[in-house]
């Protein structure tokens, strides 16, 4: 007989879920218990038509979600199977969870998932100290495990030529008036359960930065305190640029995020070169490889920080009937993903 997941176990895999991170801080993603599944489903509501006309950023979003919410299964015994994109008709359900056969977490789940409530962009300056090699191949294999690949920008003239090509994407973004303005709305000069804390947007942006920075932030940068002459930059690419495509990007990402907290290091998302797309096709071909990039991140090690805050749990569930919420009817089994 089959046994799905309950109420309770949703609640709970969803605390970890909501950790993920999203542009502006939108959490894009609802939840919901349907015949025993958990299924992610995009909220409407936090799309951002400016910043994210295409939907690529909440598809990211809801795939890095989508990978702690799995982890947090996993963690708790209570493995999952998953079918990405499962009703042809309702493209803004993400995913369909349910239960696998109930297994111990492997160290890696336990660690990763350990890692989740320590995770938090940091936009502030890096130390110099290289990245060793060993923790680049962790990263490296951490992509792969989730069907993507990590490509590193190593050299000054290959930094340099990203940083041109960065910084040339953000002065297009910025000449927008409703790009501009989505930023402000979702800027947070007071506490609040999403947006960016103006505190937590690194210092204003000075001409001598190597890379861009989204105008968040109102702090003024401390003497010598520049950003690192040559950071570690990571490119993740995903074999296509579909939707499918996205939500898989978005899982590997997160699961690239939660191995550099593991390991100490930190962690800022530069997606502009991504968001424009002359921008994001020269950056293919200046690395070379097969494939779509779906994010970029600058990694090193990081002044010590915290993470912004997120919704409350309740505030994102859909329950069945039972507690209040009529579901859909569904139309048929979800197809196997092509």
Known sequence: MHVGYTVEQLRAAAADAVRAPSLH???PWRFRLYEGGIEVVVDPARRLPATDPSGWGT???????????????????????????PYPGEPDVVARLVPDLP???????????????????????????????????????AARAEQCWLELVIGTSA???FGELARSAHRVLERDPAYRAERVEWTRAEPAPD???????????EPQDLLPQRGFGTLHRAAGRDFEPEPLVAVLIAAGNTA??????GQALQRVLLTTTDTGLAVSLLSQPIEVPGAR???????????????????????????????????VLDLPMAHGFQVRKQTGPPPLIG
């Open 159 to 161: 930094v340099n030529a």
């Open 103 to 141: 297994r111990r977490p492997t160290p890696t789940e336990q660690s990763l998932h350990a890692a989740i409530p320590h995770r938090f962009s940091n936009r502030r300056p890096f130390r110099p100290d290289p990245v060793p090699a060993d923790v680049r191949w962790r990263l490296g294999e």
């Open 25 to 27: 801080n939108t959490q």
């Open 244 to 249: 499918t495509d996205q939500i898989v990007a």
């Open 195 to 205: 947006g960016v804390p103006a505190t937590a947007g690194g210092p204003r942006s």
């Open 281 to 315: 096709e020269q950056l293919r071909l200046s690395l070379g490889r097969f494939g779509t990039p779906q994010m970029v991140m600058r990694i090193g090690y990081g002044q010590p920080g915290r993470p912004t805050a997120r919704r409350a749990v309740d505030d």
């Open 59 to 85: 598809r990211i979003a809801c795939g890095a979600a989508l990978y702690n919410l799995r982890l947090a299964l996993a963690a708790a015994g209570t493995p999952a199977s998953v079918r990405l994109r």
